[in-house]
Structure formats: structure tokens, C-alpha cells
């Protein structure tokens, strides 16, 4: 389906640094919670990731993401995800992150 230069426009996604992770049992599939921090305009925005496959709690404090900031909060058990961290499937169908390949600001706007 081919979508229009206005409908991309659309979509509000942001560069952010992890700096919280939390397991989260509740999930359906093993999930982290993430705490990540968008800069002055967004601010702190929290988001499960089911992400457990490739990386360890340790592994993720300080790394800076790639998601999608914009969509409504959703539910997810006992947790509320305000955003959607982007990241590649690989062949088994283990998310790999999205991110940028130098340090940017928080908050910086992909497009």
C-alpha cells in the first residue's frame, strides 16, 4: 500500500535515551518497560518492548532509541505504553533496535 508524503508527516517519530528498565512478568510475551527521555518539547515517555531476546537491562540504560511518539496511550496488563520503539525483525522474529548511528540530541525529529 502506497501512502502519500502527507500521511508520512503524519507520524511524530523522535530519538530518546533509555534511562530506566524494568522486567515486566505481567506481559504476554517477555517484555522490558522502558523509561526513555525525549528532551524539553516531549519530555519522559514510558513503552514496553519486547526486546528481551537481544539485549540485557544493562545493556539498554543510556542507549539512545528511535520511536514513534505520537500514537495514544495503550494498555499492555498493568502498564501504560505512550510510545512505539522501532526496531527490526530478525529471522526469528527477535526485535532488533532502531537507532541512530551518532549521539544526537533528545528529542530530535526523524524525517
Known amino acids: 500500500m502506497l501512502i502519500s508524503w502527507d500521511d508520512f508527516e503524519k507520524i511524530d517519530i ?5 534511562i530506566d528498565v524494568n522486567d515486566f512478568p505481567k ?5 522490558y518497560k522502558l523509561t526513555i527521555d525525549f528532551g524539553g518539547e516531549l519530555g519522559i515517555k514510558r513503552s514496553s518492548a519486547q526486546i528481551t531476546a537481544h539485549y540485557s537491562m544493562e545493556e539498554l540504560l543510556n542507549r539512545q532509541v528511535v520511536a514513534v511518539v505520537n500514537f495514544p496511550p495503550k494498555q499492555i496488563a498493568d502498564f501504560i505504553s505512550e510510545c512505539l520503539v522501532l526496531g527490526v525483525y ?20 526523524i524525517g
Request: no cysteine; proline share 7%; charged share 30%.
Open 14 to 18: 523522535r530519538t530518546g535515551t533509555i
Open 27 to 31: 506481559a504476554r510475551k517477555p517484555a
Open 90 to 109: 530478525d529471522e526469528n522474529k527477535d526485535v532488533i533496535l532502531l537507532q541512530p548511528q551518532r549521539s544526537v540530541s533528545n528529542g530530535m525529529k
